[in-house]
């Protein structure tokens, strides 16, 4: 091993590759995410820390994370606040107290990603918040050097690029609000190469770099290419007048502040708008990196069945939890209001007539409460094979007592088991990264 390095951010979409990069160049990796027990798992030859930045606003609270640390590459970042991101914890309070603690210790290299357009004539919260660290970085003793990545493509899909997938996958039309919007994407493998490169080799200091590939795609052209990427035949795009896609960005910031993060935001959009694409530099030549450009990454890349599923499914997924939270909840809404008198008369034909009001009363309960449930993101997956397994029970204790439903033309039980694969499905599918 050649020195210590911390990534910040090591579970991430970008943090992840960087730090699997840095590990097979040598490096011994010291992993900073707020989930260590997931990402142990998936990394397990990592050192990983728990490093939430809500309890590193301090300088003391770094000193543990950064004993033995040569440099740290700081990978964190959040598009907007809601649930457990904010702006000003994650780009101003944090990195804040991170400088401090490295130039009160032996770190004095520092790499930190940022983006192409974290300026504050974007218009933005994250654009400022990120401007405002490249600013303290800037300011800092450190030797440091900046990264501004234009939109970072890999064969995994998160975010952004996971909605532009989703985007490109529609059947029969692709949609897309404006179009013209440009890129220079960048692989995700060519910026972690940027990053070891800069780790080992110090001859690069003090430095603000737009890391862009080496072509230029508008929105329009992205779509079109991941689509044929997909194996998809062509299909036309249909461009969304503002106006009509103002409900879905609205909708987007309100899920995102109860923690259920949407690509499809106000601030994405002012971002996409205000300009994605970099200025271009000399850093592949600089750094003796071979940067591909996105055709190239497609064509050295090819899609495998799971990228196929995975880009069809994107907007699958949360239509699938819509409506079966909204299945289970007004089933129990309608038992309490006007279905009450119907649904005791049916408990009345069985056995258990004398049980008729209780029994009502709390599987109604039980619908309205799980159906609630199903909306905590936290809770999805867990409240999904619950209403498998209570289904189950349901029809166990309906064959039991009422068996002629299930010859019953408009088929009660049987239109239960579509929910019950559609439960399925909600739960296999919970991985966001």
């Known amino acids: 091993m050649v020195g210590c390095i911390l990534v910040l951010g090591a579970n991430g979409f970008i943090g992840s590759r960087v730090a699997a990069a840095m590990s097979s160049a040598g490096y011994q990796v010291r992993a900073g995410a707020r989930d260590t027990r997931t990402a142990s798992r998936r990394a397990p030859h990592f050192e990983w820390v728990k490093a939430d930045f809500f309890n590193l606003t301090r300088p003391d609270d770094w000193q543990g994370l950064l004993a033995g640390v040569d440099a740290v590459v700081n990978c964190v970042g959040v598009l907007q606040d809601g649930g457990k991101d904010s702006n000003r914890i994650a780009h101003i309070d944090g990195p804040r107290a991170l400088i401090a603690a490295c130039e009160a210790g032996s770190v004095s290299r520092l790499i930190h990603v940022s983006a192409v357009g974290a300026d504050e004539d974007a218009g933005t919260l994250y654009a400022s918040s990120k401007a405002e660290t490249e600013t303290m970085v800037m300011a800092s003793k450190l030797d440091w050097v900046i990264l501004r990545p234009s939109l970072v493509v890999d064969r995994a899909a998160f975010g952004g690029t996971g909605f532009i997938r989703a985007l490109a996958a529609m059947p029969l039309v692709m949609p897309v609000v404006g179009g013209e919007q440009r890129f220079k994407p960048v692989a995700l493998a060519d910026l972690a190469q940027v990053v070891v490169k800069l780790v080992s080799d110090r001859s690069i ?229």
């Open 205 to 433: 200091s003090r430095e603000a770099l737009d890391i862009t590939g080496p072509e230029t795609v508008t929105m329009v052209e992205t779509l079109s290419l991941y689509r044929g990427w997909l194996g998809f035949e062509a299909a036309p795009i249909v461009r969304v007048p503002r106006w009509m896609a103002t409900p879905a960005i609205m909708a987007g910031d309100v899920l995102g502040r109860l923690g259920w993060p949407s690509p499809l935001r106000s601030t994405s959009m002012k971002q996409l708008d205000y300009g994605a694409a970099g200025a271009d530099s000399d850093w592949a030549s600089r750094l003796g990196v071979d940067a591909r450009s996105f055709r190239r990454f497609l064509s050295e890349n090819p899609a495998s069945v799971q990228d196929v599923w995975h880009a069809r499914l994107w907007g699958v997924r949360p239509i699938a939890i819509l409506v079966l939270g909204l299945f289970w909840l007004l089933t129990g809404v309608v038992s309490y209001t006007v279905g009450w008198e119907q649904s005791l008369a049916i408990i009345r034909e069985t056995a258990a007539a004398r049980f008729a009001w209780p029994i009502v009363w709390f599987g109604a309960l039980l619908d309205v409460v799980l159906g609630l449930m199903l909306f905590v993101r936290p809770w999805t997956s867990r409240v999904a094979i619950f209403m498998f397994m209570a289904t189950i029970g349901y029809l166990i204790a309906a064959t039991v007592l009422l068996p002629q439903y299930w010859l019953n033309p408009l088929g009660p039980w049987l239109k239960v088991l579509p929910m019950m694969a559609l439960c399925l499905f909600v739960a296999g599918t919970e991985a966001r990264r």
